[in-house]
């Protein structure tokens, strides 16, 4: 097999970066902040902490989105924001092991989901960079399938090496250089991680030479200078007939609801963050990570989705299979209550549900993105507003559910989780109301 420039191996790079966000966001940070504010502000605090996160990780895909087309080096383009998303990660997780406190948690936080926007970006655009069209759709679904590999194992291998036996280490002292001992082993698998997928994609990547601009601009400044002002009338008229075109096409509606329903369903995603405290609290059944990590354990149901993906869609097209997905989601969340009042093993059937609502809701709104483009030849830029819906519901719903949890839990500590699985399921109806609108247009 050759190596160079394969889809299975130049898309490896978002395993880490699922497993890092998910790991984080599902297991260690609802650890984390538990040990450092009383109970009752748990909720806020997780929230914020997470929404400052995604907010930078928002700067950062922006950033990088708007950059990586110009950036024109030996070494490559998409290479370089790797190499960069690496050492922030790896940084961040060696802040992280250091923290006892807010302000270096928060430093950690920051950096780490900084390097995982940058490195989500540059994964995108590898993709059309180095490929055929005739490959980019077995790359998409590498690249998808890596993303619930990640989803799957990061809060899995996470939630088992917490609060782990350290005496493996004890031969050199290493553990007693960081403070945060509890997640010392996520830690050297984090890194050891982050250092196998680095060297594997510099390795399989193999970028095209980018023409020189200041080849071009000299090659401009040649032609006769009394045309300059019908290149710049020319290239106005054009630049507004492409906006004339581009917002009064119909596609662009469709996009657009589109893109509304994607940041409804993925508000929901808080819930995860905050079924740590639940079943901590609550169910008392076994270990408080299990439930969290068999959620995402049911994302490997997605595996399966994306290589018989096709069967589905000609049975039922991508609408009728999207609303299924997410009603499959919206059944799930009142089981998380109604199943444990029978017994508090049922959990994990709840979490079971819920994760593969989810997968396949994941895998099936990727690969319609992709068929709705307004226009295809840009779409780098339509597929990161299709990244941005991520984050913005990312973050607009752990900042809002935090505050629910922790307001309603001073009435009752059930109450908190229920307020969050009631907001979830509005954000559902809507974005059913929102595919309704997308199937009639």
């Known amino acids: ?55 930078f990780g928002i700067i950062g895909s922006v ?19 790797i190499l960069v998303s690496s050492f922030l990660m790896s940084t961040g997780i060696i802040i ?11 430093i ?7 390097g995982i926007s940058i490195a989500d970006s540059a994964l995108n655009a590898i993709i059309p960079d180095v490929l055929a069209r005739g490959k980019r759709e077995k790359a998409a679904k590498y690249l ?14 996470a939630g ?45 990547v193999r970028e095209t030479a980018v023409p020189d601009s200041k080849n071009d601009s000299k090659n401009d400044n040649t032609k006769d200078k009394g045309s300059i002002k019908n290149n710049i009338y020319n ?33 929901t995603m808080s819930l995860p963050a905050f079924l740590y405290y639940y079943h901590k609290t609550i169910v008392r059944f076994g270990k408080p990570e299990m439930a969290t990590s068999l959620t995402f354990l049911a994302f490997f149901v997605g595996t399966l989705i994306i290589f018989g993906q096709s069967k589905i869609i000609k049975k039922f097209n991508y609408l009728k299979s999207i609303t299924f997905a997410i009603i499959l989601i919206i059944i799930s969340i009142p089981s998380f209550y109604v199943l444990v009042l029978i017994h508090p093993i049922l959990i994990y059937l709840a979490a079971l549900l819920y994760g593969a609502g989810w997968a396949l809701w994941l895998s099936l ?50 109450y908190g989780f229920f307020a969050i699985g009631l907001f979830s399921s509005f954000c559902l109806v809507v974005s059913l109301l929102l595919m309704y609108f997308l199937s009639k247009d």
Do not use: W
């Open 1 to 55: 097999m050759h190596i160079i420039n394969h889809p299975l191996f130049i898309t490896i790079y978002r395993f880490i970066t699922s497993y890092t966000r998910n790991a984080f966001q599902s297991i260690i940070l609802p650890i984390m902040v538990l040990g450092l504010v009383p109970p009752e502000l748990k909720g806020r605090e997780l929230s914020k902490l997470l929404f400052v996160a995604y907010t």
């Open 144 to 157: 998808t399938f890596y993303n619930f590999l990640g989803l799957a194992l990061g809060p899995v291998i």
């Open 235 to 267: 290239a106005a008229k054009n630049n507004i007939k492409r906006i004339i075109e581009l917002y009064s096409y119909k596609k662009v509606k469709r996009f657009i609801l589109f893109l509304l329903m994607r940041l409804f369903v993925c508000t």
């Open 108 to 114: 950690s936080v920051i950096t780490i989901y900084s």
């Open 365 to 414: 709104t990727l690969s319609y993105a992709t068929l709705i483009l307004p226009h295809e030849g840009r779409s780098g830029l339509y597929m990161s507003f299709y990244l941005l819906s991520t984050f913005f519901g990312n973050t607009i719903g752990i900042y809002i559910a935090g505050h629910l949890f922790d307001y309603f839990n001073l009435f009752n500590k059930v």
């Open 96 to 106: 992280f092991l250091q923290a006892s406190d807010f302000i270096k948690l928060y």
């Open 63 to 81: 950033v990088t989105n708007s950059l990586s087309d110009k950036i024109n080096t030996p070494f490559g383009r998409r290479k370089l924001l």
């Open 160 to 204: 088992i090496l917490v609060n782990k036996d350290l005496s493996i280490f004890s031969f050199s002292g290493l553990e007693n250089i960081f403070s945060n001992k509890q997640h010392f082993l996520n830690g050297v698998v984090f890194i050891i991680l982050i250092l196998i997928s680095t060297i594997i994609t510099l390795y399989a």
